[in-house]
């Protein structure tokens, strides 16, 4: 685990800084990237960047959700060969 940290205001241990890296990655159920800790006294503001997360489309087609039709049968994708593809046209819209 790669993560770039900046402490401003005071020194952490490794210990300390691994702290506030668990407690925002099992907050957030994400990855961090980066970390900046800024300490003023008693108080902690830190400001933080997660991994990216990969994004797969998902489409409704002929009544299943589905990402790519790449699994489906020669049944299923000849269902959807056969659909009727509805195109909508462009509306002019005027000022009024």
Do not use: C
Request: aromatic letters at 10%; proline letters at 2%; zero cysteines.
């Amino acid at each position: 685990m790669s993560i770039a940290f900046t402490v401003t205001g005071a020194e952490l241990s490794e210990k300390e800084k691994m702290a506030y890296v668990d407690y925002l990655q099992k907050k957030h159920n994400r990855t961090l990237q980066s970390l900046d800790i800024n300490v003023d006294g008693e108080f902690v503001d830190l400001h933080y960047k997660f991994e990216p997360i990969g994004f797969e489309r998902i489409r409704r087609i002929t009544g299943y959700l589905v990402g790519t039709m790449d699994n489906w049968n020669s049944a299923k994708a000849a269902e959807e060969a056969d659909r009727v593809k509805h195109n909508i046209p462009e509306a002019s819209f005027e000022r009024i």
